[in-house]
């Protein structure tokens, strides 16, 4: 809802998701079940601000966490309830007990290196979910990544409990798993014309003569990717072509020392390239970036 003290790519992915449904989904009524009371009223300002429920008779109905049972069950208001992340066991063990095959269950993986994603992947295996149940995987890794980790916990089970396994499934775990990677909104995100151009590297200081390479993302070297693959690569690159190159690194850090940390690589490791750090919670900063960049960087 952006009142967070940050901005996490899952974030960014759930809004585009949602921008996506509202400009393109087909429903009369959205039926969105929400935890928080932030998250209320995050909702209610992106159905009121989008255009297609101006030019559309569409109802939203908000579902409070307190009002799960009564809700969903015994007839639940949608057909699908789609998470943005692995889904919720605690869902497909409601609907076996009060609900039999009242709705699917579907999510979408986003970091699962964390012990609660990898917990909700061994869930897949123990808990009631069926065939009708979906995880959208956003990578062929990803999708290799669970299957590993399902299966590895499939064998400790039968090893340790027994029984008997899944004859003519690839997959310890009875949810499909599709692949689909993560949309971009082309609308949004676009090659730039001359003028927009002009306009974003004018905006960030980005000369005319300069190559500009852009990374985007949280500045984390712990928890995302460490920062010296890029300081270093930026600087050889400008040693090899004799080009003038700015640096802009597009994102937040989640401490000052942490900013500091990546303000003194750029300068001990990357000192014959200008470099700026731009914050990346800024939407029009966020957008600009795209446009004023020659070319991309990720570790």
Known sequence: ???????????????????????????????????????VASLLQVWRDHPATRTRSRTLRVIEWGEL?????????????????????AFAWARQQAGPHAFALTGVTHTLCSPLAVALLQSLVTAP???????????????????EVTGAYDEYLNDRLGGRPRVGSSSPVPVRLETIPLGVDIDRFHPADAAERAAARHLLGVDDDEVAILYVGRLSHHAKAHPYPIFRGA?????????????????????????????DGARHFAANVRTSLVDGRDPRMRRSVWHAADLFISP
């Open 1 to 39: 809802g952006g009142g967070a003290p940050g901005l996490m790519g899952r974030q960014v992915a759930g809004r585009s998701f949602l921008q996506a449904y509202l400009s393109h989904g087909s429903f009369s009524e959205l039926a969105a079940l929400v935890q928080e009371r932030d998250s």
């Open 129 to 147: 979910f069926e065939p009708y149940d979906a995880l959208v995987c956003t990578s062929r890794a990803v999708a290799h990544m669970v299957r």
């Open 235 to 263: 600087s050889e690159a400008a040693v090899a072509t004799g080009r003038r190159v700015h640096l802009i690194l597009a994102g937040w850090a989640a401490h000052p020392a942490v900013h500091d940390a990546f303000k």
């Open 69 to 89: 049972y009564g809700t969903l069950f015994p007839n639940s208001p949608a057909t699908i309830v789609h998470a943005p992340q692995p889904p919720d066991p």
